[in-house]
C-alpha cells in the first residue's frame, strides 16, 4: 500500500481505497463525502452500502458489491470487505498479497447501531485507522443513555408547544437517531435533502431531524417556537454548545472514541499501525509509547460530524 496524488494505492491489485481523485478502480469503505467520490471508472463496495454508494456516484457508474467477507481477486491481491459498524454498508477492506495482510479500516465505531453491522476485528500486520476522536478525553457515554437525554428534551418541548430541531449528519447518523426514536412522544419529520415545504399556522409541534447546515438558516427559523440541538461526538467537547449557538448538544457518534480506538487497535493484532485523520499525533504517540510501530499517514480524509 502506497500514498499516491490520488489516494492509497495497492500496486499488486492496482486499486486505490477510497481516492480522492477520480481512477480506474476504487474500493469504498462508505459513502461520506470524503470518501466517496463521482467520476472513478469502477467501484468496489459492500453490498449493504451499495445504494448509499449509487446516490453518490451516479446510477451510471459501474458498481461491483459485494458480500462481507467475501474474498475476490483483484491483480495478485486478495481482497475482501468486513463491517467497520460506522454507517450502513461500511465496510474495512482487508488486503492479502504474497502472506502481508493489511487492513484499511475507513471510519469505525464498537458501539451499537441498530442501522448497520457491528464491527469486525480483523487481525492483520498493518492496520490503518482513523483517529477523528483520537484524545482520551473523548469517551461516549451508552447510546442508550443519550437517547434517554433526547427523548427528555424532546418530550419537554412537545408539552411546551415547540418544535423540536436536532441536526445531525444525514448520512447515517441521522438514520441511526430515526432507528432509536421513541415515537409514542410526538410527529418526526426528516430533512436530508432539499428543505421541507413551508410550515403551516397550527401545524402540531414536531421534531425535525436536519442536516446541522441549515441551523441558523431562514429555513429553521421557520419552525419558531423551537428548541435546537445537535447530536455529535463533539458535543463532549465543553463550550461547543454555546459557540454554536445551539440549545442543547447530545453525545452521539458514528467513530470511535479513545478507549474503543485503543481496543480496536489491539484487537487486529498489528504489527504497524498507520493513523490516517483526526488527532493523529496523540495516537500515534501514545501506540509508539506503548510498542507498536506507528506512522502518521498524510491521507486527505476528513474527520466529520
Ligand atoms: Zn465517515
Not at 463496495?45 to 467475501?70: I, N
Not at 437517531?177 to 413551508?198: H, K
Amino acid at each position: 500500500m502506497e500514498l499516491r496524488p490520488n489516494g492509497l494505492y495497492c500496486a499488486p491489485g492496482d486499486f486505490y481505497i477510497d481516492p480522492w481523485e477520480p481512477v480506474e478502480r476504487a474500493v469504498i469503505t462508505h459513502a461520506h463525502p470524503d470518501r466517496a467520490h463521482p467520476g472513478s471508472r469502477a467501484y468496489l463496495t459492500a453490498r449493504a452500502g451499495e445504494s448509499l454508494l449509487r446516490a453518490v456516484v451516479g446510477p451510471e457508474a459501474l458498481v461491483e458489491a459485494a458480500e462481507y467477507g467475501h474474498s475476490l481477486k483483484l491483480g495478485g491481491a486478495a481482497v475482501s470487505l468486513h463491517p467497520a459498524g460506522h454507517i450502513p454498508g461500511s465496510a474495512q477492506v482487508r488486503v492479502e498479497y504474497d502472506g502481508e495482510v493489511w487492513v484499511v479500516s475507513g471510519d469505525y465505531k464498537l458501539e451499537p447501531d441498530p442501522t448497520c453491522a457491528p464491527f469486525e476485528p480483523v487481525r492483520c500486520h498493518t492496520f490503518l485507522t482513523e483517529a477523528t476522536y483520537g484524545l482520551p478525553i473523548f469517551r461516549w457515554p451508552p447510546p442508550a443513555e443519550t437517547m434517554a437525554s433526547t427523548h427528555a428534551w424532546w418530550r419537554a418541548n412537545q408539552e411546551a408547544g415547540k418544535n423540536s430541531l436536532l441536526y445531525a449528519n444525514p448520512v447515517g447518523k441521522m438514520q441511526r437517531i430515526v432507528a432509536m426514536l421513541d415515537r409514542s412522544i410526538g410527529p418526526v419529520e426528516q430533512v436530508t435533502g432539499l428543505p421541507a415545504p413551508e410550515r403551516q399556522a397550527g401545524d402540531l409541534p414536531r421534531l425535525v431531524l436536519a442536516p446541522p447546515s441549515l441551523h441558523n438558516t431562514p429555513w429553521s427559523r421557520q419552525f419558531a417556537p423551537a428548541s435546537t440541538a445537535l447530536a455529535a461526538g463533539w458535543m463532549r467537547i465543553r463550550g461547543t454548545r454555546r459557540r454554536r449557538a445551539l440549545d442543547r448538544g447530545f453525545v452521539l457518534s458514528d467513530h470511535a472514541d479513545w478507549p474503543s480506538l485503543l481496543r480496536a487497535i489491539d484487537a487486529t493484532g498489528a504489527e504497524t499501525v498507520g493513523v490516517t485523520h483526526g488527532f493523529r499525533g496523540p495516537l500515534v504517540r501514545w501506540l509508539e509509547e506503548h510498542g507498536r510501530r506507528a506512522v502518521a499517514v498524510d491521507a486527505r480524509f476528513e474527520s466529520d460530524l
